[in-house]
């Protein structure tokens, strides 16, 4: 049993950047893929991000290329994703998923067994 805890948003000025964090207990994230999604209400939840078991790494959002950067710390079990020159449209419920079935990437929210609460992420024009 995977437990997943999401820590790092808040209100950031547009144009800041922030970190998000996801902590895992349990197992070894290595061994799995990790995805980041976001959701507003209203809206279905978006893949934002991943990174496969073998540290490949895939970005979702087009308007997130280049300013989205997904990492791993393997002695730390912990996945980031790091969000630069943030724009209103980034604001959102950011979460974590671990998918334990599969070791590479998909954008599916379906494909992940393990989720986290959310952390939220409100950027301020």
């Known amino acids: 049993q995977l437990q997943i805890a999401e820590s790092g948003g808040g209100l950031v000025q547009r144009g800041g950047s922030l970190r998000l964090s996801c902590a895992v207990t349990?197992?070894?994230?290595?061994?799995?893929?990790t995805g980041w999604f976001r959701q507003v209400p209203g809206k279905n939840r978006e893949g934002v991000s991943c990174?496969?078991?073998?540290?490949?790494?895939?970005n979702y959002v087009d308007s997130g290329k280049g300013r989205f950067i997904i990492s791993r710390d393997d002695a730390k079990n912990t996945v980031y994703l790091e969000i630069n020159d943030l724009k209103p449209d980034d604001a959102a419920v950011y979460s974590c998923?671990?998918?334990?079935?599969?070791?590479?990437?998909?954008?599916?929210?379906?494909?992940?067994?393990?989720w986290g609460q959310g952390t939220q992420v409100t950027v301020s024009s």
């Open positions: 998923a671990v998918a334990i079935r599969a070791l590479v990437c998909s954008d599916r929210d379906v494909f992940y067994d393990y």
């Open positions: 349990g197992d070894r994230l290595s061994y799995y893929a």
């Open positions: 990174i496969a078991s073998n540290g490949d790494t895939r």
